[in-house]
């Protein structure tokens, strides 16, 4: 008789209600909301079968099932700020059998507070019970920090005696639970009601990711950190149905030459004008968005054959009503733009792009950033992340023949 194939379920816990952070787990990081990134990283983990999100809150719900989740409704009674994690995961647990009619052996628990967690880290902490009998598991970073308690007749060492202080590389690490994931036999997690019990493995993760986002500052280090940390995002074709470009920074250098009579001109890339055509043989659906009503704008619009929004004052709102005018699915638009005034569009969509010169809090919203800088072939080199090597073979547009003087 054929076994039955074990079930892995990841829950992932994501109530509405934040107080230290306000929807904190839709807060973007690298470009993506918080929620999206654990589910990411649990859909990335080999032994992992299903994944799960509990929340409360519709627009969680949502973008969970954006990402590749399923959404289980947690009751309001499991949705303040007293009850538990383990509750949570009781409930989405009862809540999946239900619906699949199969029972779960393994099930994790993920926070997608710690917005680093990778899916090696998630495999980890499966293969502990899967493969080498632990009842529970959790990850945890390596330390050798010397810790103390404060008491009324002075500084004591916890791990340590203050007469004696050994170097580094003579002590034996101690380990940081790092909040991020934990796993537990489903059946003895029924029986215990805890995320600990029986024989508890730890999966070591690497130090510099450890980060729980519990207020403002943790968010902004986070945003920070994430282009440093994050692997390199790159979409394809297959990602992106329309890529929608700011014009100022973006397909110009940001610099604007006045003649005397006040008319404005404006330096384009032609291989930004390469790609663009490219990515309409392709059939993506394109658009221009600019905050500026300039002649400039419409007339570059024109000749690369693009339609145009300009003199718009919010860009997020032209940007959504555009999309539900062409019935398109903002996770699947691609938004290119260089300054401040292009973060509300970045919340919006699917694939938020900086070009190489963009304002730092720009870089840091985006879930990819382009080598080239805004003006200088940022546009073609999107298009060849959308096209690949299709965009090299493409004809160039010839010159018109140089007349001599």
Same mark, same amino acid.
């Given at each position: 008789?054929?076994?039955?194939? @074990?079930?892995?379920?990841?829950?992932?816990?994501?109530?509405?209600?934040?107080?230290?952070?306000?929807? &904190?787990?839709?807060?973007?990081?690298?470009?993506l909301?918080?929620?999206?990134?654990?589910?990411?990283?649990?859909?990335?983990?080999?032994r992992?079968?299903?994944?799960?999100?509990?929340?409360?809150?519709?627009?969680? /719900?949502?973008?969970?099932?954006?990402?590749g989740? +399923?959404a289980?409704?947690?009751?309001?009674?499991?949705?303040?700020?007293?009850?538990?994690? $383990?509750?949570?995961?009781?409930?989405?647990?009862?809540?999946?059998? $239900?619906?699949?009619?199969?029972?779960?052996?393994?099930v994790?628990?993920? +926070?997608?507070?710690?917005?680093?967690?990778?899916?090696?880290?998630?495999?980890g902490?499966?293969a502990?019970? +899967?493969?080498?009998?632990?009842?529970?598991?959790?990850?945890?970073?390596?330390?050798?920090?010397f810790?103390?308690?404060?008491?009324?007749?002075?500084?004591?060492?916890?791990?340590?005696?203050?007469?004696?202080?050994?170097?580094?590389?003579?002590r034996?690490? $101690?380990?940081?639970?790092?909040?991020?994931?934990?796993?537990?036999?489903a059946?003895?997690?029924r029986?215990?009601?805890?995320?600990?019990?029986?024989?508890?493995?730890?999966?070591?993760?690497?130090?510099?990711? =450890?980060?729980?986002?519990?207020?403002? #500052?943790?968010?902004?280090?986070?945003?920070?950190?994430?282009?440093?940390?994050?692997?390199?995002?790159?979409?394809?074709?297959?990602?992106?149905?329309?890529? =929608?470009?700011?014009f100022?920074?973006?397909?110009?250098?940001?610099?604007?030459?006045?003649?005397? $009579?006040?008319?404005?001109?404006?330096?384009?890339?032609?291989?930004?004008?390469?790609?663009?055509?490219?990515?309409?043989?392709?059939?993506?659906?394109?658009?221009?968005?600019?905050?500026?009503?300039?002649?400039?704008?419409?007339?570059?619009?024109?000749?690369?054959?693009?339609?145009?929004? #300009?003199?718009?004052?919010? &860009?997020?709102?032209?940007?959504? +009503?555009?999309?539900?005018?062409?019935?398109?699915?903002?996770?699947?638009?691609?938004?290119a733009g260089?300054?401040?005034?292009?973060?509300?569009?970045?919340?919006?969509?699917?694939?938020?792009?900086?070009?190489?010169?963009?304002?730092?809090?720009?870089?840091?919203? @985006?879930?990819?950033?382009?080598?080239?800088?805004?003006? /200088?072939?940022?546009?073609?080199?999107?298009?060849?992340?959308?096209?690949?090597?299709?965009?090299?073979?493409?004809p160039?547009t010839?010159?018109?023949?140089?007349?001599?003087?």
């Open positions: 008789m054929t076994a039955r194939p @074990a079930t892995v379920l990841a829950v992932i816990p994501a109530r509405g209600g934040s107080k230290g952070v306000p929807g &904190k787990n839709l807060a973007p990081v690298g470009g909301p918080l929620v999206a990134r654990a589910v990411r990283a649990c859909l990335g983990a080999r992992v079968t299903d994944v799960v999100v509990s929340t409360d809150d519709p627009a969680i /719900a949502a973008a969970a099932r954006a990402a989740a +399923q289980v409704e947690r009751p309001p009674a499991l949705a303040t700020d007293t009850a538990t994690s $383990e509750e949570a995961v009781l409930h989405a647990l009862d809540a999946f059998e $239900e619906r699949h009619g199969r029972p779960v052996d393994v994790l628990l993920v +926070q997608c507070t710690s917005p680093f967690l990778t899916a090696d880290d998630v495999d902490v499966a502990e019970l +899967q493969e080498r009998g632990a009842d529970t598991a959790l990850t945890v970073a390596p330390t050798h920090g810790l103390w308690w404060g008491t009324p007749v002075g500084a004591v060492g916890v791990n340590h005696d203050k007469a004696h202080r050994p170097r580094r590389q003579d034996e690490p $101690e380990y940081l639970e790092t909040g991020a994931a934990y796993g537990m036999d059946r003895g997690f029986t215990h009601r805890h995320r600990f019990f029986g024989r508890t493995a730890l999966v070591v993760t690497d130090p510099a990711r =450890v980060l729980e986002i519990d207020d403002p #500052h943790d968010l902004a280090r986070a945003r920070a950190l994430a282009p440093l940390l994050d692997e390199t995002a790159r979409p394809t074709a297959d990602d992106v149905d329309a890529v =929608v470009l700011d100022d920074g973006t397909q110009t250098d940001d610099r604007v030459l006045i003649d005397s $009579e006040g008319r404005e001109f404006v330096a384009v890339h032609r291989g930004d004008g390469l790609g663009v055509a490219a990515l309409r043989r392709a059939g993506i659906r394109l658009l221009v968005l600019s905050t500026e009503r300039n002649p400039v704008v419409a007339a570059r619009a024109r000749k690369l054959g693009v339609p145009v929004l #300009h003199g718009v004052d919010r &860009k997020d709102l032209a940007l959504k +009503q555009w999309c539900d005018d062409h019935a398109l699915d903002p996770q699947r638009v691609l938004y260089n300054d401040v005034n292009d973060l509300p569009c970045f919340g919006l969509v699917g694939w938020p792009v900086a070009v190489g010169s963009a304002h730092d809090s720009v870089r840091a919203a @985006a879930r990819a950033v382009t080598e080239t800088p805004g003006g /200088a072939g940022a546009v073609r080199e999107i298009a060849a992340w959308l096209l690949g090597p299709t965009l090299n073979t493409l160039r010839p010159s018109p023949p140089r007349k001599d003087p």
